[in-house]
């Protein structure tokens, strides 16, 4: 029995193993610990944030799996995905498109077809860590004339398929994040040609490569998508999990010392006794805290004098081809707290797409969701295309749970233009009187962000010269 059809029997075994040894777990005090428990804890801590960027690919992979979606499969949205897409900072104004898959065994061969109907996909295809293979499609390398990409292993010296971009692959998985590009936005005209471009995507093994090539597609459109790795106790359980199915680096085995040092011992058996798991218990949210105070607050430099937003990605990722590897050391601190907030790298970033973060007010308070702001865009942002604000949860990363709509952007016709040019949108949990077209509402219970994100950039915006305004308190 492979993989795909073995995982949800093993996440069962997996999950009953933890859920009992959670129930036996006392409550763990760094205070009143001993020095090796504390030393644990702390290790812990360390391997959570260590693999952060695993993990977000590990959850995309297992809910995609359930959802149907298993190895060489593409998975798509007819539809543009709405909050129940739960993965890190996704949009919501093109339809996502999905695959994985697994160099183990041989080869892969991911195809991209050509743009057609006025309509283009571009994505990215990266390893397990997520370090950016290439970019795809028609703002990707073959820039929308359709390539053959083909995925080896390290050290490769087997037969090639003919014209075939070829990438050594340096893990055993792999994966894609795609989005079709609708030029006149996601109109059902619009939407139904993506999907009919979306099918002429092939992903296979080269052992296929000589006969009739079938690749299925799955419609994952309004179901529930659980990727965004849950940071608590049971988050070892996985880490364990994947460890085991991935090439372990020269640049991880003091790592993996730690790992084995907390009972996450690769090719081992994962059996926390309660003191172990209560450490887990700890450990696991304390790691996803410190990652979001240092991507939100630490390591993403600031883009405007005085200002509180951020660039998207701490400093690093372009000079590392987003691996955070430095000839002298790993930054794997600044990885993973970049991958608590995005699912997907892109290789050339900056060129079609450009994105800032905000998270907190002028004085340094976490934007709140039972409280009133208002951002004011101003008039004649220098895009090619169009700019959005989108509220995603500050925890999660992803989008807030049974909220509709997450998104203001350029092209909508009902939002109201200040006689300046300028968009105010407001934010709260209630709509302001005659705001609802600008209105983006929020969960009282629970703190939230924003990402501007900006497609066709111009230098204006990317230099800083054009500058975007705080968010306001409206209470």
Aim: aromatic share 14%; net charge negative; proline share 7%.
């Amino acid at each position: 029995m492979g993989w795909f059809n073995k995982l949800k029997s093993f996440k069962a075994l997996a999950f009953g193993v933890i859920v009992a040894s959670t129930g036996q777990a006392e409550e763990f005090d760094a205070s009143t610990a001993s020095f090796a428990d504390r030393m644990n804890y702390y290790r812990a801590v360390d391997a959570a944030v260590w693999a952060m960027p695993l993990m977000n690919f590990k959850f995309y992979r297992d809910a995609l799996a359930e959802a149907g979606v298993g190895p060489n499969v593409v998975g798509y949205n007819s539809q543009v995905q709405d909050w129940r897409f739960q993965t890190a900072t996704p949009n919501n104004t093109t339809p996502y498109i999905h695959a994985y898959w697994n160099i183990k065994d041989g080869p892969v061969v991911f195809e991209m077809p050509p743009s057609a109907d006025g309509i283009g996909i571009f994505g990215t295809i990266m390893d397990a860590w997520q370090r950016p293979l290439d970019d795809v499609g028609s703002k990707g390398r073959d820039r929308g004339l359709g390539a053959k990409y083909m995925m080896v292993p390290a050290n490769y010296d087997g037969p090639l398929v003919p014209n075939a971009l070829v990438y050594e692959q340096d893990t055993n998985f792999g994966f894609a994040v795609l989005r079709p590009i609708l030029a006149g936005g996601a109109t059902e005209e619009n939407l139904a040609k993506a999907t009919a471009l979306t099918k002429q995507i092939r992903v296979y093994a080269l052992s296929e490569a000589d006969g009739e090539i079938a690749t299925d597609y799955v419609d994952v459109y309004g179901l529930p998508l659980e990727m965004t790795p849950k940071m608590d106790g049971e988050i070892y359980g996985h880490i364990h999990e994947m460890i085991g199915e991935e090439v372990v680096f020269d640049r991880d085995l003091a790592m993996m010392g730690a790992l084995a040092r907390i009972g996450v011992k690769r090719n081992g058996p994962f059996e926390p006794d309660s003191t172990m798991q209560a450490i887990y218990d700890a450990a696991g949210p304390d790691a996803l805290e410190y990652m979001i105070d240092q991507y939100h607050r630490v390591l993403n430099p600031f883009v405007f004098e005085g200002r509180k937003w951020s660039a998207l990605v701490p400093d690093g990722s372009r000079e590392t081809e987003w691996s955070y590897e430095y000839p002298s050391y790993y930054d794997y601190v600044a990885r993973g707290a970049l991958y608590y907030a995005i699912i997907t790298s892109v290789k050339n970033y900056g060129t079609a797409t450009y994105y800032l973060d905000l998270a907190e007010t002028p004085d340094g308070e976490w934007l709140d969701g039972s409280r009133n702001y208002k951002l004011n865009v101003p008039a004649n942002v220098p895009v090619r295309d169009f700019w959005s604000i989108t509220t995603y949860d500050l925890v999660t990363a992803s989008y807030l749970r049974d909220i509709n709509p997450s998104t203001i952007d350029s092209t909508m016709p009902d939002v109201v233009k200040n006689d300046d040019g300028s968009v105010d949108i407001y934010f709260g949990p209630d709509a302001p009187a005659d705001k609802e077209s600008n209105w983006l509402p929020t969960d009282p219970k629970r703190r939230f962000f924003l990402l501007a994100r900006f497609y066709g950039p111009e230098p204006s915006l990317l230099d800083s010269s054009f500058i975007l305004n705080d968010m306001e308190r409206m209470d």
